[in-house]
């Protein structure tokens, strides 16, 4: 049954029923012959004929109006697409800012980006690339090209002979951590010197291209290592923990060119060469980043490690110093005026002899 009256058809019960009645009273059954033929309920009803008898008796003509309120919408917005394109962009950051730009409410803005008329975008600074670093790239970008003669097309390189190496900077403990300790047992004790300042290790990690076979299976999985950048130092004094001169690990803080390269002469080529497998090419190339520790590629020491050589029955027993070296260390002790005992020195290399000859 339906409440929401229009005027017409509340007028139109109050005549029905004031022609069914006697000196002012309805006729018995004519509230529910009402109720049936407008379809509404009998408190409608006798709510209707109510107010029609109270106009009535007032002498004025029953006219009963709708009590339905008209509800009032906001007016919709449109997006002015040519406001928000001459916005700056530093005047777009946010919601509230946006909406303040485009003199609209923040849900209506947000309304217009849920249904895709404003679009979300997150800008990433790009690296400054000068000349030089473009062309550094395109070469680098060519030197990862190769012909494949079968096909007769050039490729990318598949990259699985090419080590990748990084560093990354590790915390020895946090300042919170949380434990799950059985009834009664002991809470563990951990403290430091400052929360502000807890100790760090930088670890080089070394990965490369996994190897999968035709079906699936995993040949190599590409994790050579992680190692970490420490050190055997003797205990300088006494303690209650370990007397004076016992190795104790600590972390080497500064990390120069010449650490990193021993630490990739000693951990990181023998790592690989022990982990790395069988009937895959043995040329290997260890990419890295710009990093100022990092070593050059023309750097002779880094191409021809003692390990390798000693695994080759290369590594020769003593070397061969130039006589020109040897000259001019010789002046430059002349010049400097340190040249006691350079006689028997000359004497003894038999430098006479060599020049001589």
Request: charged share 25%; with cysteine; glycine share 6%.
């Amino acid at each position: 049954m339906s409440t929401n009256l229009t005027t017409q058809k509340r007028n139109q019960v109050a005549q029905f029923i004031l022609e069914g009645s006697k000196d002012g009273k309805p006729s018995k059954g004519r509230y529910k012959e009402a109720q049936l033929k407008f379809n509404i309920s009998r408190a409608t009803v006798f709510r209707l004929w109510a107010a029609a008898k109270k106009q009535q008796k007032n002498g004025d003509v029953i006219h009963l109006v709708s009590g339905k309120t008209t509800r009032l919408h906001r007016k919709y917005i449109e997006l002015d697409l040519t406001l928000l394109v001459n916005m700056e962009c530093t005047k777009r950051g946010s919601i509230r800012r946006l909406a303040q730009g485009l003199g609209a409410s923040k849900t209506t803005v947000g309304r217009w980006v849920k249904t895709g008329k404003i679009r979300a975008h997150t800008s990433a600074i790009k690296p400054d690339l000068t000349a030089t670093n473009k062309l550094l790239r395109l070469r680098f970008s060519l030197q990862s090209l190769e012909l494949d003669r079968i096909l007769n097309v050039i490729k990318f390189k598949d990259m699985h002979n090419t080590v990748h190496i990084d560093e990354k900077w590790f915390y020895i403990t946090k300042g919170t951590h949380r434990y799950y300790l059985a009834p009664g047992e002991p809470e563990p004790y951990r403290s430091c010197k400052s929360k502000k300042f807890i100790g760090k290790i930088m670890f080089i990690c070394v990965v490369t291209r996994p190897l999968i076979a035709e079906n699936c299976e995993v040949m190599f999985d590409g994790k050579i290592g992680i190692f970490p950048f420490i050190e055997k130092v003797p205990a300088k004094r006494n303690s209650r923990n370990r007397n004076v001169g016992t190795l104790e690990t600590k972390p080497i803080e500064s990390i120069t060119k010449e650490v990193y390269k021993a630490w990739l002469i000693n951990e990181v080529v023998p790592a690989v060469m022990s982990k790395w497998p069988e009937g895959a090419s043995k040329r290997i190339d260890i990419q890295q980043d710009n990093a100022r520790p990092h070593i050059l590629d023309n750097d002779r020491i880094s191409g021809l490690p003692q390990e390798a050589l000693r695994r080759a029955d290369r590594l020769p027993v003593n070397l061969e110093v130039p006589v020109e070296l040897i000259e001019a260390c010789i002046n430059h002790l002349h010049e400097r005026g340190s040249s006691d005992g350079m006689t028997d020195i000359v004497q003894n290399l038999g430098l006479d002899i060599i020049e001589s000859a």
